[in-house]
């Protein structure tokens, strides 16, 4: 089996707003055999830089577009391919761009050799360790504490036993900041309570937001600190009386490495569509070596849904997956098959690769670019 084409198509839907919402356009990579098999993949980043990298031309011998790699490959051999695009790319990867490219490649990869074996993904990671995990249900604050508690006890009433509200406006004000908190508790009862600061303040300033938070019995406090704060994450997860949750910025195994070998964390959050499953079943391994907690970050399509909840199936004490409801078509429409939780869990998949289906109406419908 050789690879004979890969793909890079960039879909965005109409009349993006300016939030903090990765839902609204995508890129996709599909990898595409000399025997009729194809494999899906997604990246969480700027589309039209993962397109450049993978359709770019030969520069030198380590700085290559990812198409000039793979071409005439066998897919089957995704580690040595991943180590092939990371040894070739030094110059423009290594821990962003580069890697966001390489992980929807490897997601890819991984759809196709399940195919090729008619086997789900997780079986090839491993094995799944739970049949099912308690989605909850990952939304944007509203405007203040009062419009929060709606937004909550409307997922509550949706099935979901657990919802998480992040970013703007929190960070505004203390005042802002406990209203929001306060409204969110308010609307959800006792059913589970996330929060997502992201990445508003100084460690002293989350630490304090932390001690006025833990009244409302959050499950976590995720991303109060800049992302490349981890001296910053080590004293504040020392410290805060609510569990520290970061990681879904990071790309790849390079990236999550001083989090993981400083502990800086109680929760680690892995994309998919920024480590690929070859790089996040070595995080994988890492987090549970230390006794630390996994979770997925998913905030895009059904395809990094579908490849989350095979991954987190694998991870041992899997225990919440995050369940992008942003009121998008391309949260809800990509694939024919809906890949949301139901009743609040979310089933893990028996169907070969990642068991999804691309809907190609929808791709032609809201395709802007394309790979030639």
Same mark, same amino acid.
């Given at each position: 089996?050789?690879?004979?084409?890969?793909?890079?198509?960039?879909?965005?839907?109409?009349?993006?707003?300016?939030?903090?919402?990765?839902?609204?356009?995508?890129?996709?990579?599909?990898?595409?055999?000399?025997?009729?098999?194809?494999?899906?993949?997604?990246?969480?980043?700027?589309?039209?830089?993962?397109?450049?990298?993978?359709?770019?031309?030969?520069?030198?011998?380590?700085?290559?577009?990812?198409?000039?790699?793979?071409?005439?490959?066998?897919?089957?051999?995704?580690?040595?391919?991943?180590?092939?695009?990371?040894?070739?790319?030094?110059?423009?990867?290594?821990?962003?761009?580069?890697?966001?490219?390489?992980?929807?490649?490897?997601?890819?990869?991984?759809?196709?050799?399940?195919?090729?074996?008619?086997?789900?993904?997780?079986?090839?990671?491993?094995?799944?360790?739970?049949?099912?995990?308690?989605?909850?249900?990952?939304?944007?604050?509203?405007?203040? $504490? /009062?419009? *929060?508690?709606? &937004?909550?006890?409307?997922? =509550?009433?949706?099935?979901? %036993? +657990?919802?998480?509200?992040?970013?703007?406006?929190?960070?505004?004000?203390?005042?802002?900041?406990?209203?929001?908190?306060?409204?969110?508790?308010?609307?959800? $009862? /006792?059913? *589970?309570?996330? &929060?997502?600061?992201?990445? =508003?303040?100084?460690?002293? %300033? +989350?630490?304090?937001?932390?001690?006025?938070?833990?009244?409302?019995?959050?499950?976590?406090?995720?991303?109060?600190?800049?992302?490349?704060?981890?001296?910053?994450?080590?004293?504040?997860?020392?410290?805060?009386?609510?569990?520290?949750?970061?990681?879904?910025?990071?790309?790849?195994?390079?990236?999550?490495?001083?989090?993981?070998?400083?502990?800086?964390?109680?929760?680690?959050?892995?994309?998919?569509?920024?480590?690929?499953?070859?790089?996040?079943?070595?995080?994988?391994?890492?987090?549970?070596?230390?006794?630390?907690?996994?979770?997925?970050?998913?905030?895009?399509?059904?395809?990094?849904?579908?490849?989350?909840?095979?991954?987190?199936?694998?991870?041992?004490?899997?225990?919440?997956?995050?369940?992008?409801?942003?009121?998008?078509?391309?949260?809800?429409?990509?694939?024919?098959?809906?890949?949301?939780?139901?009743?609040?869990?979310?089933?893990?998949?028996?169907?070969?690769?990642?068991?999804?289906?691309?809907?190609?109406?929808?791709?032609?419908?809201?395709?802007?670019?394309?790979?030639?």
């Amino acid at each position: 089996m050789k690879i004979t084409q890969v793909v890079c198509q960039i879909l965005r839907i109409p009349n993006i707003q300016a939030k903090t919402a990765s839902s609204q356009d995508s890129v996709l990579v599909r990898v595409r055999t000399d025997d009729g098999l194809e494999g899906v993949g997604e990246a969480d980043s700027s589309p039209e830089g993962v397109k450049a990298l993978v359709d770019a031309p030969f520069s030198h011998n380590i700085a290559c577009g990812l198409r000039q790699l793979l071409v005439g490959e066998n897919p089957l051999d995704h580690e040595r391919l991943w180590q092939k695009m990371y040894r070739r790319t030094m110059y423009f990867g290594r821990k962003a761009l580069g890697i966001t490219a390489m992980a929807a490649v490897d997601m890819a990869l991984w759809d196709l050799k399940g195919k090729a074996f008619n086997q789900p993904i997780h079986r090839l990671l491993g094995g799944k360790q739970h049949d099912r995990i308690r989605g909850y249900a990952s939304i944007l604050f509203g405007r203040d $504490g /009062k419009e *929060t508690a709606d &937004i909550a006890r409307k997922w =509550v009433a949706a099935g979901y %036993t +657990a919802v998480k509200f992040g970013w703007e406006p929190m960070g505004t004000s203390e005042a802002v900041d406990i209203d929001l908190v306060k409204g969110a508790r308010e609307g959800l $009862g /006792k059913n *589970t309570l996330l &929060i997502d600061a992201g990445c =508003v303040y100084d460690a002293r %300033t +989350a630490l304090r937001r932390a001690h006025a938070f833990a009244e409302y019995q959050p499950e976590w406090f995720e991303e109060p600190l800049r992302e490349d704060d981890i001296d910053g994450y080590v004293w504040l997860r020392d410290r805060s009386p609510v569990p520290i949750a970061a990681g879904e910025g990071e790309c790849g195994r390079e990236s999550f490495r001083p989090l993981i070998d400083r502990r800086a964390l109680d929760v680690y959050q892995v994309d998919l569509s920024r480590c690929g499953f070859t790089d996040a079943a070595y995080i994988r391994a890492r987090v549970e070596e230390i006794g630390a907690r996994l979770c997925n970050h998913c905030y895009t399509s059904p395809l990094t849904v579908a490849a989350s909840i095979h991954w987190l199936s694998t991870c041992r004490d899997a225990f919440v997956f995050e369940d992008c409801v942003e009121d998008s078509p391309l949260r809800h429409e990509l694939t024919l098959e809906k890949v949301q939780s139901v009743n609040g869990w979310m089933e893990v998949p028996d169907r070969p690769g990642l068991g999804v289906t691309l809907d190609e109406g929808f791709v032609k419908k809201y395709l802007v670019a394309e790979s030639k």
